[in-house]
């Protein structure tokens, strides 16, 4: 079975820039699984933030971006905010279903 | 703006099955170009994909829950549903529905959620 890895926690200070990744047990994320990334606090529905590698869901800040990183899919928030503290998921898909990771949670101090 | 509502009783007993609709409003299911997806999350923990179906009926599920799951939809009442048989207290989770753009399979609406917990 597909397992999509990320790391479990990662922390940043304000105004700081942090990467979160988003691998494949086996193999390489591509540009072909169109990752996805979501942002989800305590108690609310994921928010959508990238989607197809590196597109910007409405609302969002550019300051949020998505791209690939040798065999990752990548999230880059660049100058982190006090409320960028939350729960973030990558998704992969895989055509006949998607495969989401374990999360990242991301502390900001 | 589509608007996603998960509903269902919130309390399952073991043994049983769990059945969960979720109204959408603001978009037609049979416009198409969309799968319509459940998720759950356990307490505490992360997302996990239950499935999706297209609105002619084309379902996916996840190969770990494919035994236990039916996805199905209602496009005259713009609804689909889920059902989960014989749950145990480790089908206790948040459960969302939410749409998935075909193609490019990413979720741009989510419904708020809904508790379902399994308890005798």
Same mark, same amino acid.
């Given at each position: ?12 200070? &304000? ?30 529905? &994921? ?13 969002? &800040? ?48 | ?9 919130? =309390?399952? +007993? ?5 059945? =969960? ?23 505490? +923990?992360? =997302? ?17 829950? +494919? ?9 005259? +009442? ?36 809904? =508790? ?5």
């Amino acid at each position: 079975q597909t397992v999509v890895t990320q790391e479990p926690s990662f922390s940043v200070s &304000p105004g700081g820039t942090v990467t979160l990744t988003c691998g494949l047990s086996s193999g390489s994320v591509s540009t072909s699984y169109y990752p996805s990334w979501y942002q989800q606090t305590p108690g609310q529905a &994921p928010r959508t933030l990238i989607y197809s590698t590196n597109t910007r869901s409405s609302g969002v &800040p550019d300051r949020f971006s998505g791209s690939i990183l040798g065999n990752k899919a990548a999230l880059t928030i660049t100058g982190a905010q006090a409320d960028d503290e939350s729960d973030y998921y990558c998704v992969l898909y895989m055509g006949s279903g998607m495969v989401f990771g374990g999360g990242t949670k991301l502390t900001v101090l | 703006q589509v608007q996603l509502q998960e509903s269902g009783p919130g =309390l399952v +007993k073991p043994s049983q099955t769990l059945s =969960l609709t979720c109204t959408v409003s603001g978009g037609s299911i049979s416009s198409g170009g969309y799968y319509w997806s459940w998720i759950r999350q356990h307490p505490g +923990k992360g =997302l996990e994909w239950i499935g999706y179906i297209y609105y002619s009926g084309s379902t996916y599920y996840n190969p770990s829950l +494919k035994s236990r799951v039916t996805i199905s939809v209602d496009t005259s +009442k713009n609804q689909f549903s889920l059902k989960l048989s014989s749950v145990t207290a480790a089908d206790t989770a948040v459960y969302y529905c939410a749409r998935v753009k075909v193609h490019s399979g990413w979720y741009d609406y989510w419904g708020q959620g809904t =508790l379902v917990t399994v308890s005798s």
